[in-house]
């Protein structure tokens, strides 16, 4: 390449400024310096660019052709200038997150708000899934990272363990348990059950449970997620199972839930094992792993 890319600079300085002093001020540098670079580069293509008229420079039909060129380069490099400018601040702040419904009413939108605190401006769009489906989400590329209470053991998933998360059993006011501190799923074998559909992760649950117990149920009603088990169970229709913060007070003051012994499970945060996250992303992910830690 006979020039180099500040020989260029200075040619298209003086061709939009049409003075020696104006590309000197357009470049901050000394107008010496310009009119020595303008010769020299000059010399090496054996041509003049330029025409010089009482102090003004008239680019020659050579110039006008190399500067015609040059400006969709330059073009090129700022809208450059602009994609850098756009990935390295906090412009794309739009992310998409898979969550289970159990965490989906209280866990969500108290780490959410935490978040935003630190990342002003984020715009959330969140789906609601059971366990079993987050894992179809994550390969195919669905969203960003997920929430969940199990790991889905998938060769393209990260599962990271997180807070602690109680299950519990879930029972009228005025229900025989509803006086206890701690229960067990023997305690509950002889009561009315609202259970799950068997291919969900509270369902496996409770049939591991009843087939240790080598005790069959009184199954009044099979349902899927837990916030509709726990709405049945208001009615009067058995007990049930669900994970902490799912029957809360301000949710279902008609309920009681206690506590199941040693049956807790792991929040988990999951991700694309082969995909990496852009930086704001991985600076929304990072956060909400540090946040939720005041949510246990």
């Known amino acids: 390449m006979l020039l180099n890319f500040r ?32 010769k020299y580069m000059e010399y090496k293509l054996g041509i003049d660019l330029f025409e010089r008229n009482k102090g003004r420079l008239i680019p020659t039909p050579e110039g006008e052709e190399l500067f015609k060129e040059l400006e969709p380069i330059y073009a090129r490099i700022e809208d450059l200038d602009i994609t850098i400018n756009r990935i390295t601040q906090l ?13 989906v009413s209280y866990v969500l939108p108290r780490l959410l708000a935490k978040v935003r605190d630190k990342m002003p401006g984020i715009k ?33 998933i990260l599962s990271e363990t997180s807070i602690s998360i109680g299950l519990h059993c879930v029972v009228p006011h005025d ?63 058995g007990i049930t199972i669900a994970f902490e913060h799912t029957a809360r007070q301000d949710r279902f003051p008609n309920l009681r839930t206690i506590p199941i012994k040693s049956h807790n499970q792991r929040l988990r945060f999951l991700r694309h094992n082969g995909v990496p996250m852009s930086n704001n992303t991985k600076k929304f992910y990072e956060l909400a792993k540090e946040e939720i830690r005041g949510l246990d």
């Open 124 to 156: 959330v769009e969140v789906e609601a899934l059971p366990n079993e489906e987050i894992a179809n989400y994550i390969t195919q590329r669905r969203c960003d990272f997920a929430l969940g209470i199990y790991d889905p053991n998938h060769p393209l």
């Open 91 to 103: 412009n794309d702040l739009q992310f998409r997150i898979a969550c289970t419904p159990s965490l």
């Open 175 to 237: 229900h025989p348990l509803s006086n206890r501190k701690s229960v067990t799923f023997k305690d509950m074998v002889k009561y009315d059950m609202v259970m799950f559909y068997p291919d969900t992760l509270l369902g496996k649950k409770l049939q591991r449970a009843f087939d240790e117990l080598e005790a069959i149920p009184n199954i009044s009603v099979v349902i899927r997620y837990a916030d509709d088990a726990c709405a049945m169970v208001e009615q009067g229709l």
């Open 7 to 38: 020989q260029l600079e200075v040619f298209r300085a003086i061709m939009i400024s049409k003075t020696i002093s104006g590309a000197a001020e357009l470049l901050h540098v000394s107008q010496p310096g310009i009119s020595r670079l303008l």
